[in-house]
């Protein structure tokens, strides 16, 4: 994997189904003006791939799964995010090499197939993790409308949370900030957060917290 040697920052935002993740990237864009040089993406990506492996996540296997995973998230390197990176401007990703890990793992592939399929791409500047309880997760996934793929259905939220703890263990020499977002107040920290990015304060950091 490769260090970002390009003018901009890469931000990942990661968590478990539930934890609060869009709402959290939500509350960062109102307090993002285009002044501030930010642009925001996620994974899957709205590529053609990207569209075709959500499409397709239910019917084919883990192996073949994952290769779409990467090769979509190659697709999206290379035509949004390095580009922006190169333009100097901070790119914050609502998911990335972290999720693999939790739910490639979790359909039986190990660590290190999915590190080998993600061999070329960009380590994040940050990868900011957020985290909560399996019955806040449950409460949550409650609550929602759509369907629920494999991934977030609730008898897979102590699985999914395993996971994701043992993908953060593979990463520990990555940037990586821990939050608890167990209740509302993580997003009163939202401003200061903005002024970090903004700022450039925290990219020598290797925080949990």
């Not at 290190?112 to 960009?122: A, G, T, Y």
């Amino acid at each position: 994997m490769k260090k970002n040697e390009y003018k901009g920052k890469f931000i990942v935002i990661e968590g478990a189904n539930g934890v609060g993740k869009t709402s959290f990237i939500e509350a960062l864009k109102k307090e993002i003006d285009e002044n501030d040089n930010v642009i925001f993406t996620k994974e899957i990506t709205n590529s053609s791939i990207g569209k075709f492996s959500y499409e397709v996540m239910e019917q084919i296997g883990p192996k073949a799964f994952a290769c779409l995973m990467a090769a979509d998230r190659y697709e999206h390197l290379e035509k949004v995010i390095i580009p922006a990176l190169k333009d100097g401007k901070k790119v914050i990703c609502d998911r990335y090499f972290l999720s693999s890990l939790t739910y490639q793992c979790m359909d039986g592939l190990s660590r290190e197939f999915i590190r080998d399929l993600n061999q070329e791409i960009i380590i994040p500047n940050l990868t900011v993790v957020l985290r909560a309880t399996k019955e806040t997760l449950i409460n949550r996934k409650k609550k929602r409308a759509k369907k629920l793929d494999r991934f977030e259905i609730e008898k897979n939220t102590e699985k999914e949370i395993e996971y994701l703890e043992n993908g953060i263990k593979f990463i520990k020499n990555w940037h990586l900030l821990i939050l608890n977002n167990e209740n509302q107040d993580l997003f009163e920290k939202i401003r200061g957060f903005k002024k970090l990015i903004i700022n450039n304060e925290f990219f020598d950091w290797s925080t949990k917290t």
